[in-house]
């Protein structure tokens, strides 16, 4: 779902109060919502459908008077739930985080930390930078707590894992598995939405992949304990924009990370990848944008949806609609595991490791046929 045209659904979690359409007005300070983050009495809620407005009946005086810095559930209350259901989203965020145990997350489990304790924030600038768009308040690396080598130099093997530092990220070796408690979405069907001959269902196979099917949303698959895929990440993603060609023999990324073997600055990072099946227009040849809320989601009519939806979005629409396959990175950098239960040498460096690398570019296992150049070697 794309926020124009679909503004009210949207905006529940997305700045403030009153975002109903493309004129609202981000330079009003009465429309910022303090509450959503400030709360500490884990009373305060949104109606989900009302452009940020809150439910009814609540005590806002005692909310108000009871207002402390945020904590990992107000962070959560939009973070955990991002998709329209708890850890469907990012994968490595889900409600388990409020109160989670070390195994889970050394940090917030192990250690208790706030999300700020990370996520430096200042002036309501909360450090961080997104996969999936453009925005950016500060950027969040391991190495602002600890060092570049972070294990012991006198070790030999530890050694041998401050000298991996140089192509591999932290969180490669140390998120071996996420969704740990919540299952994740990891493909998302539209094409098959609106089928009234079927009825909204859960399945449940054998090695906990959930298959459901939603009429408004098509069909869904989501699991738990996902090992993540593995790419070259620079500290940069190309993003697809409105209006740019899709593939139409193949999938469409729609973030891919930046970065390769011979890229000095890129190290390899783990990600879920999330596939879909979305609209696109059949001429044009892009992504539409249908509006759902309030569309869609009423009349079931997928012509309909896309007039209105690319009218909202100034994009021509040619009246014939294609799917087209899409798939998106998200970067994992939460469920940390403790340091016993990382990845171990093994674990990437035998036949049937969890790294593909040659796909990554070597000519097989680096152990055997040797790595990319050192960092000096570029440097010189």
């Not at 459908?49 to 209350?77: D, W």
């Not at 994992?332 to 036949?351: F, G, M, Q, V, Y």
Request: proline share 5%; charged share 25%.
């Amino acid at each position: 779902m794309a926020n124009t045209s679909n503004w009210c659904r949207c905006t529940s979690c997305h700045a403030g109060y009153g975002w109903e359409d493309a004129t609202f007005d981000f330079t009003n300070a009465f429309r910022i919502d303090c509450l959503i983050c400030h709360d500490t009495t884990r009373t305060y809620e949104k109606i989900p459908t009302a452009c940020g407005k809150e439910k009814p009946g609540l005590n806002l005086v005692n909310i108000a008077q009871t207002v402390g810095k945020p904590s990992r559930a107000t962070c959560g209350a939009c973070h955990f739930c991002g998709g329209g259901c708890d850890g469907v989203k990012h994968g490595d965020l889900d409600s388990t985080m409020i109160s989670p145990d070390r195994s889970h997350d050394v940090h917030m489990g192990g250690k208790d930390f706030s999300c700020q304790e990370c996520h430096k924030t200042t002036e309501h600038k909360i450090a961080g930078a997104s996969t999936t768009c453009a925005v950016s308040e500060g950027r969040v690396r391991c190495e602002d707590c600890h060092p570049a080598r972070p294990h012991d130099n006198d070790n030999p093997v530890l050694k041998t894992l401050n000298d991996h530092g140089d192509a591999i990220a932290c969180q490669t070796c140390h998120i071996p598995v996420v969704s740990k408690a919540k299952p994740t979405m990891i493909f998302w069907d539209w094409s098959k939405a609106g089928d009234t001959t079927r009825s909204n269902t859960e399945e449940i196979q054998a090695d906990g992949t959930i298959v459901s099917y939603n009429k408004i949303k098509g069909e869904m698959i989501t699991r738990k304990n996902i090992k993540p895929d593995y790419a070259w990440y620079n500290g940069m993603h190309r993003r697809y924009l409105l209006g740019d060609p899709v593939n139409r023999s193949g999938s469409t990324c729609l973030n891919p990370p930046l970065g390769n073997i011979n890229d000095p600055k890129a190290k390899i990072t783990p990600y879920k990848r999330h596939h879909g099946v979305q609209p696109a227009d059949a001429e044009y040849g892009y992504l539409v944008v249908p509006k759902l809320f309030k569309g869609y989601w009423d009349h079931f009519d997928w012509n309909k949806a896309t007039e209105d939806g690319m009218k909202a979005a100034g994009l021509k629409y040619s009246g014939k609609l294609a799917f087209v396959k899409t798939d998106m990175y998200w970067r994992l950098n939460h469920e940390i595991a403790p340091k016993e239960n990382a990845l171990s040498c093994t674990d990437c460096h035998r036949k049937d490791g969890v790294i593909d690398f040659k796909a990554l570019g070597y000519a097989g296992d680096p152990a055997v046929t040797g790595g990319r150049k050192t960092l000096n070697a570029w440097r010189q």
